[in-house]
C-alpha cells in the first residue's frame, strides 16, 4: 500500500506561518492512530505520534497525519531551516515560498 505521512510546521501555533512535509512510501504496515514514527528528519532521535489515519482501500492509499511541530519564534527564517531540514531527508512541501 503506498503510505503518505504528513506533519504540519508551524510558528507559534500560527497557520499562517507554517508548511506541510509529505513523505511517501510502499509498505504492508499500516500505521495507526497512537502509533508513533520515526524519521530521520526528526530532531535528536524523536519519535511522533500519529494523531490520524485515513485509508483509500479503491486507491490502495494511506494517508498519515503527525502531531504538529510547533516552533517556538514568530521568525520565518526559523521556518525555512526546518523546512529545508525535513527535504534533506526526501519529505517534499508543495509549498516551499518563504517571503
Not at 33 to 60: K, L, M, Q
Request: glycine share 2%; charged share 30%; proline share 2%.
Amino acid at each position: 500500500m503506498e503510505i503518505t505521512i504528513s506533519r504540519l510546521i508551524i510558528l507559534f501555533d500560527n497557520a499562517v506561518n507554517s508548511r506541510t512535509v509529505t513523505k511517501t512510501f510502499e509498505s504492508d504496515v499500516i500505521p495507526h492512530e497512537g502509533d508513533f514514527i520515526y524519521s530521520t528528519a526528526f530532531e535528536r532521535d524523536e519519535e511522533v505520534e500519529v494523531s490520524s489515519v485515513f485509508i483509500d482501500y479503491e486507491r490502495n492509499e494511506c494517508y498519515v497525519y503527525l502531531d504538529p511541530l510547533s516552533i517556538e519564534s514568530d521568525d520565518i527564517k526559523y521556518l525555512k531551516q526546518t523546512v529545508d531540514m525535513y527535504m534533506l531527508h526526501e519529505w517534499k512541501c508543495e509549498f516551499y515560498a518563504f517571503d
